[in-house]
């Protein structure tokens, strides 16, 4: 390798001493000091500076930490790779505009590259070094890190979500706004409960991790976000949907720290617009996980039976159908009466567990409602702590009833067959 120092002390390039060889390795200065990057298809300059702590920083965005792994491996397969000359005869007749421009500076010396498009196997990119006529040809997973937006250099420090902390979530989207928060006491294998729209009513646990947490799981900031770009304007924001923003989810974990994110309108066919909430830094999120932001309902996570509450907080259970009612009670002695007359405990257990199996679920296709709805059932539960819950079932159509909890209406249906069997073995058991 011939060095040469120019008279004013500044770097001096860096040439290959012969060229008889068709491979060799590119001569990187021994001690890198400074990296400049040009794209010049998106017009991108990056530009990064060694401190004396050893730290490398991006000279246009000094307030914002930088990845230090990503630098190193660029240059640790720098040292490594070699490149291999291409003969007179072989150059092929394309745009010689390079795509990307690489300088380093170091030990008073300086590389720079010139870098071209891609051979015909898509497997290595023509490349020249400054000073030199030779023609190269360059690994192309090289390329690939040399062709690295800015964005992708940024030290993400946004918090990670915490399936299993979570004490508090919030949903803010085209349904309106969910809010579910941990119990004190887990009940049903449920460990959720709303907060609204439903109050105190179940989180289905299952429904809950497939349709929403799950998604998260073994994802990290790094494989979630994309194409970082920090402190956007506002006027810039309001056009990604982020000033208005079509959802926003929020977590808060167990030991106080916070999850959020607002997701924008679509970049493209793959990502969101997405940013904190609150925050001005703007990045992509996956549209996978953009959907499922945007299109979950409370009532897909809603658990789809009727009681809350094991047997030993329940105080009563009326049960009403034509303006006749059904009361079950359990009476601080532990006796179980209906209709004010005792009930044996076997009986009385087997009403309850009947209540508890009395799902409901939406319907898989469109059900047309009948325009003559039939009279409603109707379920009170009254509970130890003096909290009360409302089911009302209203005829839809002639096999199902409409489901309303607490005078909200879901989408959920219930087969009349079932309210009728429950109706009919609570009239037997009054009457026996």
């Given at each position: ?324 009612t059904h009361r079950w009670q359990r009476t601080q002695e532990g006796i179980f009466l209906l209709n ?43 509970f130890t702590n003096q909290s009360r819950k409302k089911v009302a079932f209203i005829g839809h159509t ?35």
């Amino acid at each position: 390798m011939l060095v040469i120092y120019q008279k004013d002390n500044s770097p001096a390039p860096l040439h290959l001493a012969t060229l008889h060889e068709d491979r060799m390795n590119l001569p990187i200065p021994s001690t890198v000091e400074q990296v400049q990057i040009r794209h010049y298809l998106n017009e991108e300059k990056i530009e990064f500076h060694r401190q004396p702590n050893g730290q490398w920083q991006e000279i246009h965005h000094q307030d914002l930490l930088i990845d230090q792994q990503f630098i190193q491996q660029l240059l640790a397969m720098l040292k490594q790779v070699s490149v291999i000359s291409v003969k007179n005869e072989e150059i092929p007749n394309i745009d010689w505009e390079p795509h990307y421009t690489l300088m380093l500076y170091g030990d008073k010396q300086a590389l720079t590259l010139d870098i071209y498009a891609p051979n015909a196997s898509k497997n290595a990119h023509f490349m020249r070094i400054a000073g030199e006529d030779t023609l190269f040809l360059l690994d192309a997973l090289l390329v690939q890190l040399i062709a690295r937006p800015i964005s992708s250099y940024y030290e993400i420090l946004l918090p990670t979500l915490h399936i299993n902390a979570i004490q508090e979530l919030w949903l803010e989207n085209r349904y309106g706004k969910t809010h579910i928060t941990r119990k004190e006491r887990p009940q049903f294998l449920s460990l959720y409960t709303f907060v609204s729209p439903y109050l105190e009513y179940n989180v289905d646990q299952s429904r809950l991790s497939e349709n929403l947490l799950q998604l998260w799981a073994g994802r990290t900031p790094i494989n979630v976000i994309y194409n970082y770009q920090p402190n956007v304007d506002r006027a810039t924001r309001e056009t990604m949907g982020l000033t208005h923003p079509q959802a926003e989810f929020k977590v808060r974990h167990q030991d106080g720290s916070i999850f959020s994110i607002a997701v924008g309108l679509p970049a493209d066919e793959f990502h969101f617009y997405a940013s904190e909430i609150g925050k001005e830094d703007v990045w992509l999120l996956p549209s996978d996980l953009a959907y499922q932001l945007l299109n979950i309902e409370p009532f897909t996570i809603a658990s789809r039976a009727i009681t809350l509450a094991p047997i030993e907080e329940v105080n009563a259970i009326e049960f009403s159908h034509l303006g006749d009612t059904h009361r079950w009670q359990r009476t601080q002695e532990g006796i179980f009466l209906l209709n004010q007359k005792e009930m044996a405990d076997n009986v009385a257990r087997k009403l309850f567990q009947e209540m508890l199996l009395l799902h409901y679920s939406a319907p898989k296709s469109a059900v047309k409602a009948s325009s003559n709805q039939q009279q409603s059932y109707q379920i009170q539960w009254y509970f130890t702590n003096q909290s009360r819950k409302k089911v009302a079932f209203i005829g839809h159509t002639s096999q199902y009833h409409r489901v309303y909890i607490d005078e909200i209406a879901t989408p959920f249906l219930i087969e009349s067959k079932k309210l009728t069997q429950r109706w009919q073995e609570w009239q037997n058991i009054s009457l026996a």
